[in-house]
């Protein structure tokens, strides 16, 4: 008899675990948000973090609008390109410590591009992030 | 002693009865254990504790100005397609591919260390284009060079070059 009740493995310890890692994973996935404005990340090699908080993002898409947010995206507000500089020193204000990042699609027009980091560094952020994606693989 | 506990009478509660119900509290659990472990593995899977990476940029004063003999300055040309192009100082501008971009800025600045690279873009191409350039340009660790706007002079010279 006792014989037959060590066989008997106890797995509520198991599941005790598995439950808890379960609902850490539940809890912790972020769904991905319904982007407003989508953007292909050009490639780079770069591998530095963007911040998750206190960020000013700047989108440029592929058809050339320029967006203003901060890390929550889904919130972002067009700009017309000549309020840009405007745009910027106002959000720059209200948000003196963020990380100026921009993030432009891979097929955006350089000149816009150009524009943006004009406005940008005649709005004193000479030092910003350029998004991208990792480029994998060698060379 | 194969008749269900769902069908005895209400009235008969037989010892035999018990000890089955007995038997019953005892629930299995691997199904649940298994539901558990492939919600657990799905979510591990899929999930992705992803942070968008960034290239550092530091742009110099608006009204900063520097004076660099021309002979130090190697110009790298980008025209609307996104083709290369460059020269170096006054000499012609020359052609070139994106792969051998890589082992001219290293064979150039083993000519010479005080080389200066400029990067002309032109206002139609691609951003990528851009990030590719500074990519090369970081990957073969020339971190100081300057973006400066497709003169009119240089669009001259690439559309003699066609």
Same mark, same amino acid.
Do not use: C
């Given at each position: 008899m006792p014989k037959r009740a060590s066989a008997q493995v106890d797995v509520t310890p198991l599941v005790d675990v598995s439950f808890l890692l379960l609902i850490f994973f539940i809890t912790t996935m972020q769904?991905?948000?319904?982007?407003?404005?989508?953007?292909?990340?050009?490639?780079?090699?770069?591998?530095?973090?963007?911040?998750?908080?206190?960020?000013?993002?700047?989108?440029?898409?592929?058809?050339?609008?320029?967006?203003?947010?901060?890390?929550?995206?889904?919130?972002?507000?067009?700009?017309?390109?000549?309020?840009?500089?405007?745009?910027?020193?106002?959000?720059?204000?209200?948000?003196?410590?963020?990380?100026?990042?921009?993030?432009?699609?891979r097929d955006a027009e350089f000149g816009l591009i150009s524009d943006v980091m004009g406005a940008l560094a005649e709005s004193e952020t000479p030092r910003f992030n350029l998004m991208t994606d990792l480029k994998r693989g060698a060379s | 002693m194969s008749e269900s506990a769902i069908n005895a009478?209400?009235?008969?509660?037989?010892?035999?009865?018990?000890?089955?119900?007995?038997?019953?509290a005892n629930i299995d659990l691997t199904p649940m254990v298994d539901v558990a472990f492939l919600l657990l593995i799905f979510f591990m899977?899929?999930?992705?504790? /992803?942070?968008? +990476?960034?290239? #550092?940029i530091n742009m110099p004063e608006p009204d900063a100005k520097v004076e660099v003999? =021309? %002979?130090? $300055?190697?110009?790298?040309?980008?025209?609307?397609?996104?083709?290369?192009?460059?020269?170096?100082?006054?000499?012609?501008?020359?052609?070139?591919?994106?792969?051998?971009?890589?082992?001219?800025?290293?064979? /150039?600045?083993? +000519?010479?260390? #005080?080389?200066?690279?400029?990067?002309?873009?032109?206002?139609?191409?691609?951003? =990528? %284009?851009? $990030?590719?350039?500074?990519?090369?340009?970081?990957?073969a660790e020339m971190q100081r060079f300057s973006l400066v706007p497709l003169g009119a002079s240089d669009m001259a010279k690439l559309d003699a070059l066609k």
């Open positions: 769904f991905k948000p319904p982007e407003r404005v989508s953007v292909d990340l050009p490639l780079s090699r770069s591998e530095i973090h963007i911040p998750d908080t206190d960020t000013i993002i700047l989108t440029v898409d592929a058809a050339g609008r320029l967006f203003i947010s901060t890390e929550r995206i889904v919130d972002a507000v067009e700009l017309a390109p000549e309020d840009a500089l405007g745009a910027i020193r106002t959000w720059r204000g209200r948000y003196p410590q963020a990380v100026v990042v921009l993030r432009g699609d | 009478r209400p009235g008969e509660r037989r010892p035999v009865i018990k000890a089955r119900a007995h038997r019953q899977v899929t999930t992705v504790f /992803q942070r968008p +990476l960034a290239m #550092e003999p =021309e %002979s130090n $300055v190697l110009s790298l040309l980008i025209d609307a397609d996104g083709e290369v192009y460059s020269h170096l100082g006054s000499e012609p501008v020359t052609h070139l591919t994106w792969d051998l971009l890589r082992d001219t800025f290293i064979q /150039q600045t083993s +000519l010479n260390p #005080e080389l200066i690279i400029l990067v002309k873009i032109h206002r139609e191409a691609r951003y =990528e %284009s851009m $990030v590719d350039m500074m990519d090369l340009l970081e990957d």
